[in-house]
């Protein structure tokens, strides 16, 4: 299975060129102490605003003389810590409540999707803005907010693959054979429904990194002196006139990163779908 | 029909209930009470002054008498008053700001169904080829690229290097003294770029979701049903399998009413537009919480309105529900 899913993606020629730009950003950011020439907190008053190609800083300096390049760098830290962190709490919350809602239906069922229609009726941002104006803007409460405001998606689909996992021959057995709840559901069920929810969390890394650079352009997002791009374009947004590329380069990291991801997400949904994988040749 | 929307209504009773019980909880995880931001910018605030107040707000009184307060005043529609020096009712700021970003996201939506009704549609027919593959790319783009960062660039773009547009504001200084056609252009000439822009990010889910939804049409036996009898290519796709395909964008529609809600906060942050994101992202900033409370409902209710407008068009345009729905 894990062959003609690796081979569908190979195939898909989009998915893999974002699935290798993921691969380089990890190790952009784990390598960001080597890769970046300069100290991304170092202010250099004499070298502010300089254009790109000045002075080794490849893609210029900011308003305090900092090297765009090396803050670039360091943020990618952010957005990959963020996107993981905030993602691995929303796939935990959706997988628990989406398998006891599907696995013991019922009330149990009932309650559960209740509140999942409820979050989805608020509007994220308002939900996550609010609660982070109460909590205080820190890059832990941005990652635990959009976790807790992301979890339906995969409650959704975990439930609704359990409800007709849980009928099947092989699950009844296990029953049979006298294994408990937990034990049918772990090891059993689950396995078989994450296929389509490593797709949604590969989208929702995607999902996370936008909505932190949001935050973070917002100011209230990770605080400064740490380098996010988020917040790297909101210092760029006041020398619009004097230095585009404050403005340009930040933004143009989001977007790279974030279509990679969704490019990746869409090509393992694809390469997880049956449908296609008949087409592939043996 | 009557019943039916009426049914739908009622149904929405608990959800609107759960939605205050929701913001309220997340209002009250604030630690300390709302008191402090209001004194904190005053020393000379005694401790009576702090009892005054608390009593005032009825944060006194133990946490389910206040919540159950608190709705009994919202079924008033009354939502309090702003922290904000001006104090005023935070019924009157939101109902002031309500069209403006009810205009916006109209207009966005708009745009997002001109384009990407015929992008979605074009890309299903000639699966595989030039345009749908640069279509997805290009969609992909849009949904990827921040908003916010999309409206620095325009605002340098359009702006600042070729001064075709205002960067800033919904109207210009000299609005009052316009004609009523002048008004309006420079209404639009305001709203152009944060319209455009805030529906570029919806592109991408409403074309693709057409494209695989046609693509799964076309396979279908009523297809080749017409098909057989002999009707041309052209009426097959452009009146059979549309029609199939366009009921359920309603759905999709309706279902994008809380992102683009959500996304009016930054559009109308950086375009200065007076609307209900802004008011929020003021009220959050200054920790205005009866303000930030009632924005939280409002941007749920406005959801809840967008569901049940998708809901009835959906029933109004499906047969199969109609029937059943509207006898």
New interface residues.
């Given amino acids: 299975m894990l062959r003609t899913t690796l081979g569908l993606l190979w195939r898909n020629r989009?998915a893999f060129a974002g699935g290798m730009i993921v691969l380089c950003l990890f190790l952009v950011s784990w390598l960001a102490p080597v890769l970046a020439s300069f100290d991304p907190d170092k202010v250099q008053v004499r070298q502010r605003l300089k254009p790109p190609g000045t002075a080794g800083h490849v893609l210029g300096t900011d308003s305090l003389g900092r090297d765009v390049m090396s803050r670039l760098i360091w943020g990618s830290r952010v957005s990959l810590k963020v996107g993981f962190v905030a993602v691995g709490i929303a796939t935990l919350i959706g997988l628990v409540l989406g398998a006891l809602a599907g696995y013991h239906g019922g009330l149990t069922d009932g309650i559960i999707m209740?509140?999942v229609?409820?979050?989805?009726?608020?509007?994220?941002?308002?939900?996550i803005?609010?609660?982070?104006?109460?909590?205080e803007p820190s890059i832990w409460n941005v990652m635990i907010v959009i976790g807790l405001t992301g979890w339906m998606g995969v409650a959704r689909l975990v439930r609704a693959d359990l409800m007709s996992l849980k009928n099947r021959d092989f699950a009844l057995a296990a029953r049979a054979l006298g294994a408990g709840d937990m034990r049918i559901i772990l090891v059993h069920l689950l396995p078989n429904a994450m296929g389509p929810v490593l797709v949604t969390a590969t989208l929702g890394v995607?999902g996370a990194i936008?909505t932190e650079?949001?935050l973070s352009?917002?100011?209230?997002g990770v605080q400064p002196p740490t380098p996010t791009w988020?917040a790297m374009?909101t210092e760029?947004?006041d020398y619009?006139?004097q230095a585009?590329w404050l403005?340009?380069y930040?933004?143009l990291a989001?977007?790279?990163t974030?279509?990679s991801y969704?490019?990746l997400g869409?090509g393992l949904r694809e390469a997880l779908d049956p449908h296609n994988r008949e087409a592939l040749p043996k | 029909m009557l019943k039916y929307t009426a049914t739908r209504i009622l149904m929405m009773i608990?959800?609107l209930l759960?939605?205050t019980l929701?913001s309220f909880t997340?209002?009250h995880?604030?630690p300390g009470d709302p008191t402090n931001y209001v004194l904190d910018m005053n020393p000379k605030a005694s401790q009576t002054a702090r009892m005054r107040l608390r009593e005032l707000y009825g944060l006194d009184k133990p946490i389910h008498v206040q919540y159950w307060n608190w709705l009994k005043s919202l079924a008033k529609m009354d939502l309090g008053r702003s922290f904000a020096p001006d104090r005023r009712l935070v019924r009157d700021k939101i109902i002031e700001r309500l069209p403006v970003t009810l205009a916006l996201n109209v207009f966005s939506m708009a745009i997002i169904l001109a384009v990407s009704l015929p992008l979605g549609l074009v890309a299903a027919v000639r699966a595989g080829g030039i345009f749908d593959r640069t279509s997805?790319?290009f969609v992909?783009?849009c949904?990827?690229?921040?908003?916010?960062?999309?409206a620095?660039?325009g605002?340098?773009l359009f702006g600042?290097k070729l001064g075709w547009l205002p960067i800033s504001g919904m109207t210009s200084l000299d609005y009052a003294q316009m004609s009523a056609g002048q008004k309006a252009v420079d209404l639009a000439r305001h709203l152009a770029m944060p319209v455009i822009i805030s529906s570029l990010g919806g592109l991408a889910g409403l074309s693709r979701y057409l494209r695989s939804n046609m693509l799964e049409i076309i396979r279908q036996d009523f297809l080749t049903t017409a098909r057989a009898k002999g009707l041309p290519e052209r009426t097959v796709i452009w009146k059979h399998a549309l029609r199939n395909a366009l009921i359920p964008v309603i759905t999709i529609l309706g279902l994008s009413?809380?992102?683009l809600?959500?996304?009016s906060?930054?559009m109308e942050?950086i375009y200065a537009i007076p609307g209900l994101g802004q008011l929020?992202?003021t009220a959050?900033?200054g920790?205005d919480y009866p303000v930030?409370?009632g924005?939280?409902v409002m941007?749920?209710v406005?959801?809840?309105a967008g569901?049940l407008l998708a809901d009835l068009g959906y029933a109004a345009a499906d047969p199969r529900v109609r029937d059943s729905a509207f006898r």
């Fill in positions: 989009l209740r509140f229609d409820l979050m989805l009726c608020f509007p994220s941002m308002f939900l803005l609010a609660v982070i104006a109460i909590l995607a936008l650079s949001s352009f917002l100011g209230l988020g374009l760029g947004k619009l006139q585009w403005s340009l930040p933004g989001i977007l790279i974030v279509l969704n490019l869409e | 608990p959800t759960g939605i929701i997340v209002m995880l604030a997805t790319v992909f783009i949904f990827a690229a921040p908003s916010f960062w999309l620095l660039l605002m340098y600042v009413v809380p992102g809600v959500g996304g906060v930054i942050s929020f992202y959050v900033m920790r930030v409370m924005g939280l941007g749920a406005l959801t809840l569901n």
